[in-house]
């Protein structure tokens, strides 16, 4: 019996090794499975969008509500570029062909191989009591001309409709590298402040998604100018150098063609 018993341990230890290194053949022979950290298509990928400040070292204008125009800017608010963020952050409105800044960043290191926009209305009202009435203005010294997107540089139409466009350049974008792009879009159309979106898709990796603008917060808000034949709207002027000076001109109906509007210093 003893015989017996051992001699089926035997078979039963045998059976256990070979079938261990069938399974050890087995395993080496196939590739290793996939490391599961490769990002999907727009993971990790944020994107936002913003009035471009390209160009406003060398003056501007937005409109304004007259709350704003009457606050004065920091003391460190020195230049034009500094007095545009300002301004923007207190509730100022852009009008007409404004440029926009699409910005790319990521947590990782990749490649954005194309960039789906469409800009279009919103329904959201707008939010202060008080509507922008007043031209509020930058120059970097007196007498400096502003300079304006021309309107053949406009690629979308938030009022009266535009198509959405792909635009095909390739964009490197890593953790503290990020990738920019201006597009100009046309604000004019409406009568006063309005809402509008940007909707952004990205192609990368090989797939596409829709991403949100702005973390989830992408409504923006324009207005019209208010000016026009007989009427000038109120304007506010900071002229920055040398000096750091203000301007306040009222509101004119029926001016001359040829006159000037009394303004403050």
Not at 28 to 49: C, I, L, M, Q
Not at 164 to 190: H, I, K
Not at 251 to 260: F, L, M, R
């Amino acid at each position: 019996m003893k015989t017996r018993t051992t001699a089926v341990l035997a078979v039963c230890v045998a059976a256990g090794l070979v079938a261990s290194l069938l399974v050890f053949r087995r395993s080496s022979s196939e590739p290793p499975p996939p490391v599961p950290d490769a990002p999907t298509a727009g993971a990790g990928v944020r994107v936002g969008v913003a009035i471009s400040d390209h160009g406003t070292e060398q003056g501007w204008f937005l409109m304004a509500s007259q709350d704003v125009a009457r606050r004065t800017p920091p003391d460190d608010v020195a230049d034009c570029r500094a007095l545009h963020a300002w301004a923007l952050r207190e509730g100022a409105l852009p009008v007409g062909d404004t440029a926009h800044t699409v910005t790319f960043s990521a947590d990782h290191r990749t490649t954005i191989e194309s960039t789906y926009v469409r800009v279009v209305p919103d329904p959201t009202p707008y939010p202060a009591e008080q509507p922008p009435a007043v031209r509020l203005r930058c120059l970097p010294r007196p007498g400096a001309t502003p300079p304006f997107p021309e309107p053949g540089e406009a690629r979308f139409r938030v009022n009266g409709g535009s198509r959405p466009l792909t635009f095909e350049e390739r964009r490197q974008v890593e953790p503290g590298v990020d990738a920019r792009f201006d597009v100009v879009v046309d604000l004019t159309g409406t009568t006063g402040p309005f809402a509008y979106r940007v909707e952004i898709g990205i192609a990368e990796g090989g797939g596409f998604r829709m991403v949100p603008v702005n973390g989830g917060d992408d409504v923006l808000f324009a207005t019209e100018d208010g000016g026009g034949m007989g009427y000038w709207p109120a304007t506010t002027t900071w002229t920055m150098g040398p000096t750091r000076t203000r301007t306040d001109c009222p509101a004119a109906t029926d001016p001359a063609p040829d006159g000037q509007a009394e303004c403050a210093g």
